[in-house]
């Protein structure tokens, strides 16, 4: 049971346009999500995250935007560059005494120049 | 201050041996997870302990594998009589305390069981 989605495996987008990725969720008890940028051959590193109390929230280029009734978040990133170009994970946690995150499968953006 | 430590980077092991990888935290970090990320999914929550204990194993394989954290040294996650079905990516992270927004990520352990 895949309780994280992405159900977009890859995106191309030009440099300097927006790349918009897409993450749903099953679980209604999630109550923080986040989003990991992964190179080749390196771990996952933390890009930006929001809570369950928030719709959006903002680092520079990067927004991620929360909407709790379609169990649907989105990361922005405006405007892309071709050093983003990377796979994407949406990992959300439902808190409790462990804090384990739930991936996603990973979309991989590749930007061109 | 250096990240969040896994050796070897990569291991090849041959059906049947034991694979140890190890995790060593970032300083002040004492709690670790373990992910695992096989061919073309993202990654699954393992295990996750503190120093001496073992607080949630409900990924881990019934069989064959195993975690610990001793009070020194790193936390080693050992895998005994591999099969070809381990051959995956295996990512430590570790927090200061338990929670999600302070995991920082080692740059994982590649086995390849042959």
Redesign the interface.
């Known amino acids: 049971d895949q309780q994280?989605k992405?159900n977009s495996p890859s995106l191309s987008v030009q440099e300097g346009r927006i790349s918009i990725l897409n993450c749903d969720y099953t679980n209604s008890m999630f109550d923080?999500f986040?989003w990991?940028k992964k190179y080749p051959?390196?771990?996952?590193?933390?890009l930006i995250?929001i809570s369950s109390i928030k719709d959006k929230n903002e680092d520079g280029r990067f927004t991620v935007f929360l909407n709790k009734s379609a169990k649907h978040l989105s990361l922005h990133i405006v405007p892309s560059q071709p050093g983003d170009s990377a796979v994407y994970?949406c990992?959300a946690?439902g808190g409790g005494?462990?804090?384990?995150?739930?991936?996603?499968?990973?979309t991989l953006l590749a930007v061109q120049p | 201050n250096a990240g969040v430590m896994q050796n070897p980077r990569h291991l090849v092991r041959r059906r049947g041996q034991e694979a140890r990888l190890r995790c060593s935290p970032m300083k002040g970090h004492s709690h670790v997870y373990w992910y695992r990320q096989l061919p073309e999914e993202g990654l699954k929550f393992m295990v996750y302990l503190q120093k001496e204990n073992i607080i949630d194993e409900s990924g881990m394989p019934k069989e064959r594998f195993s975690a610990e954290f001793p009070k020194e040294g790193p936390s080693i996650l050992r895998i005994q009589q591999v099969v070809r079905g381990d051959s995956a990516a295996y990512f430590c992270a570790s927090s200061p305390g338990g929670k999600v927004y302070g995991y920082t990520f080692g740059s994982g352990t590649r086995l390849t069981v042959v």
């Open positions: 994280v992405q923080y986040l990991y051959a390196e771990g996952p590193t933390f995250s994970f990992a946690s005494a462990t804090n384990k995150l739930i991936f996603g499968t990973g």
